[in-house]
């Protein structure tokens, strides 16, 4: 029997608000530089509650390198290869570098946040 390879893979993730809080609180620097891009760092950093973006950006990343991690699980994703930046109607705009073509979708509270990641062949 042959099997077909699905044309996309998904990918889902949540991640407690408090918990990036207190990290960004003991750590923000190294954290931060290991995690995100640049931009994702003054993005967040300029928000109201830095917390919850970065919190929405690491559950997408997480997010992203799953359903990359369902189309091949031998990938190396590291996070930072995966930025997330936003178009100028907000929608969430993802860029992994030589991975597969991804969508994401990002919602928080004070308490989370999740994402949920589509990935395609290209």
Do not use: Q
Not at 16 to 27: D, Y
Not at 59 to 82: F, M, N, R
Not at 112 to 117: L, Q, S, Y
Request: aromatic share 8%; glycine share 4%; proline share 5%.
């Amino acid at each position: 029997m042959t099997l077909i390879e699905p044309d996309w893979f998904i990918g889902t993730d949540i991640v407690s608000v408090p918990r990036i809080s207190e990290i960004l609180k003991k750590e923000s620097d190294s954290f931060t530089a290991r995690i995100f891009t640049e931009e994702e760092i003054t993005y967040c950093s300029s928000r109201n509650n830095p917390a919850i973006h970065f919190a929405g950006r690491f559950a997408a990343k997480e997010a992203v390198k799953k359903a990359i991690l369902s189309h091949d699980p031998k990938a190396v994703v590291p996070l930072k290869s995966i930025s997330i930046s936003r178009s100028d109607s907000g929608e969430p705009i993802v860029v992994c570098n030589g991975f597969l073509e991804c969508k994401v979708s990002i919602s928080h509270t004070e308490e989370f946040a999740i994402a949920f990641a589509v990935a395609m062949n290209k």
